[in-house]
């Protein structure tokens, strides 16, 4: 059943995107028709995402206008600093103009697999006449921040593929992409953000895709509350679904952040993942403390990063442990180079 119905969602999305297209052509040439009421003509401020202050409107703003601008602005400020200070891949999911490009280079040291090195390029790269739009990537197929985040996702083995993405879809709360790369993939990413209330955040991201013949989907969940200023609160929750093997894999993360000065911070991480078929069980636990520093130059970063976990590990079938819950330590060392115009997305120092 599950197969039926990625198989035929990724069937159905071409139509889907043809009729959008030609929505958006028929919308541009009819200029007759009158815009909608109350729209909100958004100008993006480079220096500072989170500024509303140049944003025009079709109607006479009044207090509660105001007061909620205000509010979204203070729910953005943390959120979006702490992802830029981390070097979140949502950075270049989102999609950043002109160009930007991350040079990680990781140091592992783990108790069972001794001694790991392993260094990695990611870039966005817009590409013009497309009115911001299509942007050549050189990036992983997985998330690097949930990655990073996952118990043994720091000594896993990882490649990047050249690829195109396009942005079909976009308003202030939601973004719809597709991109495609060489491997051969294609996804399609929906994300949804909505203030649930003052300043807590619900994102949901939805993928979609076919790779290697294979079809698959991820579904993410992230919860993101500001505290004061100096500290977010992030809870993520994953399941993915793929013909490779049955039941639901899935994770669940709490992270608190703690911004000590706009040159370091820190990350308190915890974190399980498991699988529901053909065992039903937690495969691992993770406890890990992560200290970001920026040093010496804007575009330089270093993490040191101790951690905890519990693993169990199974055979290949996944329905055998091979070897039962044990504890082992890891120590995690980053080094990483920004090129490009990526300074132009930090956001201010708000405190």
Same mark, same amino acid.
């Given at each position: 059943?599950?197969?039926?119905?990625?198989?035929?969602? /990724?069937?159905?999305?071409?139509?889907?995107?043809?009729?959008?297209?030609?929505?958006?052509?028929?919308?541009?040439?009819?200029?007759?028709?009158?815009?909608?009421?109350?729209?909100?003509?958004?100008? /993006?401020?480079?220096?500072?995402?989170?500024?509303?202050?140049?944003?025009?409107?079709?109607?006479?703003?009044?207090?509660?206008?105001?007061?909620?601008?205000?509010?979204?602005?203070?729910?953005?400020?943390?959120?979006?600093?702490?992802?830029?200070?981390?070097?979140?891949?949502? +950075? @270049?999911?989102?999609?950043?103009?002109?160009?930007?490009?991350?040079?990680? *280079?990781?140091?592992?040291?783990?108790?069972?697999?001794?001694?790991?090195?392993?260094?990695?390029?990611?870039?966005?790269?817009?590409?013009?006449?497309?009115?911001?739009?299509?942007?050549?990537?050189?990036?992983?197929?997985?998330?690097?921040? $949930?990655?990073?985040?996952?118990?043994?996702?720091?000594?896993?083995?990882?490649?990047?593929?050249?690829?195109?993405?396009?942005?079909?879809?976009?308003?202030?709360?939601?973004?719809? *992409?597709?991109?495609?790369? @060489?491997?051969?993939? $294609? =996804?399609?990413?929906? #994300?949804?953000?909505?203030?649930?209330?003052?300043?807590? +955040?619900? #994102?949901?991201?939805?993928?979609?895709?076919?790779?290697?013949?294979?079809?698959?989907?991820?579904?993410?969940?992230? +919860?993101?509350?500001? +505290?004061?200023?100096?500290?977010?609160?992030? !809870?993520?929750?994953?399941?993915?679904? !793929?013909?490779?093997?049955?039941?639901?894999?899935?994770?669940?993360?709490?992270?608190?952040?703690?911004?000590?000065?706009?040159?370091?911070?820190?990350?308190?991480?915890?974190?399980?993942?498991?699988?529901?078929?053909?065992?039903? =069980?937690? @495969?691992?636990?993770?406890?890990?403390?992560?200290?970001?520093? *920026?040093?010496?130059?804007?575009?330089?970063?270093?993490?040191?990063?101790?951690?905890?976990?519990?693993?169990?590990?199974?055979?290949?079938?996944?329905?055998?442990?091979?070897?039962?819950?044990?504890?082992?330590?890891?120590?995690?060392?980053?080094?990483?180079?920004?090129?490009?115009?990526?300074?132009?997305? #930090?956001?201010?120092?708000? $405190?």
């Amino acid at each position: 059943m599950l197969k039926k119905f990625i198989r035929a969602t /990724l069937t159905g999305i071409p139509y889907v995107l043809l009729i959008i297209t030609f929505s958006v052509q028929a919308e541009g040439e009819d200029k007759v028709e009158k815009e909608p009421e109350y729209t909100i003509h958004r100008k /993006l401020n480079t220096e500072d995402p989170c500024d509303r202050g140049q944003d025009t409107y079709d109607y006479e703003t009044s207090w509660y206008d105001k007061t909620q601008v205000y509010i979204n602005s203070r729910f953005c400020e943390p959120a979006l600093w702490f992802d830029n200070f981390f070097a979140s891949d949502r +950075i @270049l999911s989102e999609g950043v103009a002109g160009t930007y490009v991350r040079w990680r *280079n990781d140091f592992v040291f783990d108790e069972e697999e001794s001694f790991k090195f392993k260094t990695a390029v990611s870039f966005s790269v817009e590409l013009p006449g497309f009115q911001d739009r299509l942007r050549l990537t050189f990036e992983n197929d997985e998330d690097e921040s $949930i990655r990073d985040i996952t118990p043994g996702g720091n000594a896993a083995a990882t490649t990047n593929t050249l690829g195109l993405q396009l942005d079909l879809k976009q308003n202030t709360r939601s973004k719809f *992409n597709v991109s495609v790369s @060489l491997k051969p993939r $294609i =996804r399609f990413r929906y #994300r949804y953000t909505y203030p649930i209330y003052e300043q807590l +955040i619900l #994102r949901l991201t939805q993928e979609v895709q076919r790779e290697e013949a294979v079809h698959s989907a991820r579904t993410l969940i992230d +919860i993101e509350q500001p +505290i004061r200023q100096a500290f977010l609160f992030r !809870s993520s929750s994953e399941g993915k679904l !793929s013909e490779e093997y049955d039941g639901v894999d899935w994770l669940q993360a709490f992270i608190l952040f703690q911004r000590i000065n706009k040159k370091s911070s820190l990350s308190y991480e915890s974190s399980m993942n498991g699988i529901t078929e053909p065992l039903t =069980r937690a @495969l691992n636990y993770r406890l890990g403390v992560r200290y970001r520093r *920026n040093f010496h130059r804007k575009w330089l970063f270093y993490e040191i990063v101790p951690e905890m976990t519990w693993p169990v590990t199974l055979d290949k079938q996944r329905d055998e442990v091979i070897v039962g819950r044990r504890s082992k330590w890891q120590l995690f060392f980053r080094l990483e180079v920004h090129f490009g115009n990526a300074y132009k997305h #930090r956001y201010k120092d708000y $405190i």
